[in-house]
T-cell receptor
Framework: GQQLNQSPQSMFIQEGEDVSMNCTSSSIFNTWLWYKQDPGEGPVLLIALYKAGELTSNGRLTAQFGITRKDSFLNISASIPSDVGIYFCAGQLPGAQKLVFGQGTRLTINP | KAGVTQTPRYLIKTRGQQVTLSCSPISGHRSVSWYQQTPGQGLQFLFEYFSETQRNKGNFPGRFSGRQFSNSRSEMNVSTLELGDSALYLC????????????FGPGTRLTVL
């Protein structure tokens, strides 16, 4: 089935640093979504991308929909302790509602 | 606007039993999708319902089933539970147009002993 390769799997950074993570696929997606999940909770939608090349920001978060429609990245600037968690990318294939998820990036921040 | 709600939040069952999980979508959302999350397999799509009809199904055995009611609330059922069914079951709701944003509930943590 379709797979998303998300990297890195984990990151250990200092508070205030910028963070970058990305997802790639062999399939073309119509939509890319980025979620954050805290322990014991469901994923929370951070950013949605709908067009190839689209660059969207949400506060300190910036995400881009790759021009080939097969990749996306998420940047977090000036990280703060509440950014700790697991970040997931998810893609939607053309004509489908089903989300295909990456394996997640676990972010740990040293104060 | 209230978010997606799921009940119960936690369940403990034994092998061979069956379980029913419930999901209430965001008001106005008519599409409900279910996902299973495990440490080994990550987030996997189970099925999606719209207008009381299953519109798409993932690669899970027939022991996993679901339904949707006229008020868009959805339930999923797992029969003859196995140890490997222990997981966080997540429900997501969205507007019915394909490609819309999906919003997740807090999940139901199922433990099978």
């Amino acid at each position: 089935g379709q797979q998303l390769n998300q990297s890195p799997q984990s990151m250990f950074i200092q508070e205030g640093e910028d963070v970058s993570m990305n997802c790639t696929s062999s399939s073309i997606f119509n939509t890319w979504l980025w979620y954050k999940q805290d322990p014991g909770e469901g994923p929370v939608l951070l950013i949605a991308l709908y067009k190839a090349g689209e660059l969207t920001s949400n506060g300190r978060l910036t995400a881009q929909f790759g021009i080939t429609r097969k990749d996306s990245f998420l940047n977090i600037s000036a990280s703060i302790p509440s950014d700790v968690g697991i970040y997931f990318c998810a893609g939607q294939l053309p004509g489908a509602q089903k989300l295909v998820f990456g394996q997640g990036t676990r972010l740990t921040i040293n104060p | 606007k209230a978010g997606v709600t799921q009940t119960p939040r936690y369940l403990i069952k034994t092998r061979g039993q069956q379980v029913t999980l419930s999901c209430s979508p965001i008001s106005g959302h008519r599409s409900v999708s279910w996902y299973q999350q495990t440490p080994g397999q990550g987030l996997q799509f189970l099925f999606e319902y719209f207008s009381e009809t299953q519109r798409n199904k993932g690669n899970f055995p027939g022991r996993f089933s679901g339904r949707q009611f006229s008020n868009s609330r959805s339930e999923m059922n797992v029969s003859t539970l196995e140890l490997g069914d222990s997981a966080l079951y997540l429900c997501a709701s969205s507007f019915p147009r394909v490609g819309g944003e999906q919003f997740f509930g807090p999940g139901t943590r199922l433990t099978v002993l």
